[in-house]
């Protein structure tokens, strides 16, 4: 593959671009790259749990919407600090995540993706059911990180790179969690039961950890939202956003880190893009976009660029062999 | 001219090559059997004449070819594959995976009158009409598989490893039963088997298979009689 | 009493339709393996080609009908073009595609008829009969009596019909199916097609009640759902039993149980699909394999 030293090069020149952006844009482009991020952080959670794991969940939408609230709440009625409150949020979907995991992790497939899509319906229903708490259909505005005065920076542009830190905070905690152990493990159950139970992985336990550690992805991303936006409300967390949510991650990249922001952007540009192009015709071009990108793109984007490294390292090894043995043969002559 | 001809058969799973270059061919009215150990390729013959693995060569089913055309295609055209595991539809009834081997024939009297025959061939299989067909035993699962492929009245019958998996006596009875009414039809029979003794007694032609290449071609009375050949490639 | 029976009369009717559209899910789920989540969408999209038809002129009647015909050709046509593409293939990768589907027809009914909701005629006159003392409405009763012709006919059309019999083969066994020289592919088309049909049906049944709008079948489509799992996905009975199941409780809790208020009435049908994945995945009469992780 590429070469280590290439790697952090792509990924230092990427991490310097993503730090620019604030200061390249105007604040509602910002707003919108802030969106991308949180995103992408409850798209990588989705990703671990259907590309690496194996699972389909329908339900993501309602862990990101208990993450938003749980946040939400803390700060705006309990009076918790912003930062701590991301964590308790990824926390509570931590919890909420295994409890619902240990039943409905022992249903196959579709049955498991049939479940979680009944959770993504009476989340909002149930926001809705206990407005005394969530002020209901009314929506709770709940106050923003505000850029501390000695910084220089704009709201927006602050507000970016705190989610940024949080985002890549997230993003390497994924990364370890892959090469790990328990990331062995998931993807032994992803890619064969059986042989991975013989060899000792517990499946039950890591498929009900993953759904959790997925769930808390979704929850922190749901708190970062509450940052970004400043208002809750059961509307922004209907069945579309999971859907949208399993858009991304097949778009992106099945099984990849990367793919959770190019999940990310399609989903936050694509409607707008869309909708721009046609207001009526959003739900055709989005949904014909989706039906595309499985038909020429099955691996996502992440999987495109993987293949187009691969080829491009192959020819690259082709070359170096064969100037390599044109000099330890003087006669000449290639492979 | 024989009813199948092949020439030059190439068969491969990826990157497995399993069948590599095999010529053979089936006289109309003849029983034929492909003999030779696990893993020489046997099965992949069958399925490669059905179209359910991808080969190159030539094989002509009474003067057509019949490379690269799908499976049910082939079936049509009157090849009746009786397939190792015997394919049965367990949780239909027996007279339903008999009137599915049928499901070719526009002519719905004669389909019953063959329906008749069958049960008359077969009294197991009258007794069990309404059951479903993963009730039966292994014995009368390969009776019915065979039977299914008869409904179709084929003009090709190919058998993949009928005796596996069923009990000596009952294979043994299986064979005879099928003998008896190939002879009385003329019907034109390949046959794959491990079994060598009750595939050399059945059939008129042998050949053997060995990784992937007919080692061996004659007729079946005197491979049987050959005590060498019999030693070097059957083991008895 | 009166009232209770009337309920229940209406509870069956209302199941009939949650039936119908389950009936769909099953065929497609027998036959393709997958679950259609855009059984709902297609539905709604074939009740507004039947409200255009009717608009302009045509008689309800004969506008239904060509609704179904043009519905079941338009099923067969997508299992061909679209869904065979990725048949065999990943579970995921096919729920997105139907998901895709969703959106898409979501949207183009949008495009084409707008967003707002318009009344939709119904088959049966407004009118209500005795029948043993109760009074009924002739819609409900008709309503039952069309799925019970329906559910007739299909199962005449599996059981007793050399069609049916291949359809049901290769369903089951393709590989053998092709050895006995049924074409599978056109099976599985004709299933998508009956599919579509059927979905068509359920949705100018239940248009009169609610209003025609691109979210009809939204809420149809969840119950369908908690029909078919409730039922067994892979078995028609259980889709007809779940169905009435799903129907009656969804009437009695809304009639008799206050604290169920409008918007909570979609956490039952939600409810049941939980509580039978967990304890029963297989449903009622479906087979056990199926569901087990």
Known sequence: ?335 | MSLLEVEGLHAAYGPVRVLQGLDFSVEQGRKAAVLGPNGAGKTTILRALSGMVNARGRVEFDGQSLVGKPTAEIARRGVAHVPEGRGTFGSLTVEENLRLGAYVRSDGEEVRKDLHQVYGWFPRLGERQGQAAGSLSGGEQQMLAVARALMLRPRLLMLDEPSLGIAPIIGKELFRALGEICDEHGMTVLLVEQNAGLALDFADHAYVLESGRIALSGEADQIKGDDDVRRSYMGY | MERFVQVLVDGIATGSIYAAVALALVLIFRSTGIVNFAQGEMAMFSTFVAWGLYEAGVPLGFAVLSTLVLSFLAGMAIERTLIRHFEGGEVLTLVIVTLGLFILLNGLAGWIWGFENRAFPSLFPDDAVDVVGVRLSVESLGIVAVLLGVVGLLFLLFQRTKIGLAMRAAALNPESSALVGVRVGTMLMLGWGLAAALGALAGVLVAPRLFLDVNLMGSVLIYAFAAAALGGFDSALGAVVGGWVIGVSENLAGTYVDFIGADLKILVPLGIIFVVLLVRPAGLFGTREVARA
């Open chain 1, 1 to 335: 593959m590429t070469s280590p030293r290439v790697r952090i090069s792509v990924i230092c020149a990427l991490a310097a671009l993503a730090v620019a952006i604030p200061f390249l844009f105007g604040p509602y482009r910002v707003g919108q790259f802030t969106l991308v991020l949180v995103y992408a952080v409850a798209v990588l959670g989705l990703n671990l749990l259907v590309g690496y794991n194996g699972q389909i969940s329908l339900g993501h939408g309602a862990f990101f919407a208990l993450g938003a609230y749980s946040a939400a709440l803390l700060i705006e009625k309990a009076n918790v600090p912003h930062l701590l409150a991301v964590p308790a949020a990824g926390a509570v979907c931590f919890v909420a995540g295994y409890l619902f995991g240990i039943p409905a992790l022992r249903l196959r497939g579709l049955y498991l993706a049939l479940v979680t899509l009944g959770l993504a319906i009476a989340f909002p229903q149930l926001i809705k059911r206990f407005d005394g708490l969530t002020d209901g259909t009314q929506g709770l505005t709940v106050a923003q990180p505000v850029a501390p005065s000695w910084l220089g920076l704009a709201d927006d542009q602050f507000l970016y790179l705190l989610v940024l830190a949080f985002a890549a905070l997230m993003f390497l905690g994924a990364w370890n969690l892959v090469r790990g152990q328990l990331g062995r493990a998931i993807t032994a159950v992803r890619d064969a039961e059986i042989p991975a139970a013989t060899l000792g992985v517990d499946l039950g336990a890591t498929k009900t950890r993953v759904f959790a550690v997925s769930a808390a992805y979704a929850g922190v991303g749901g708190a970062l939202y509450v940052f970004a936006i400043g208002f809750v409300a059961p509307e922004a967390f209907t069945l579309t956003l999971s859907f949208a949510f399993l858009a991304a991650i097949v778009v992106g990249g099945l099984a990849t880190i990367s793919g959770a922001v190019f999940g990310a952007l399609f989903i936050e540009f694509v409607p707008v893009y869309a909708s721009d192009v046609n207001d009526a015709l959003t739900g055709v071009i989005y949904g014909g976009v989706l039906i595309a990108f499985m038909w020429l793109l099955p691996e996502g984007a992440a999987g495109l660029l993987h293949r187009v490294r691969g080829l491009m390292a192959r020819h690259r090894d082709r070359r170096e062999w064969a100037s390599e043995e044109k000099d330890l043969t003087p006669e000449g002559g290639a492979a």
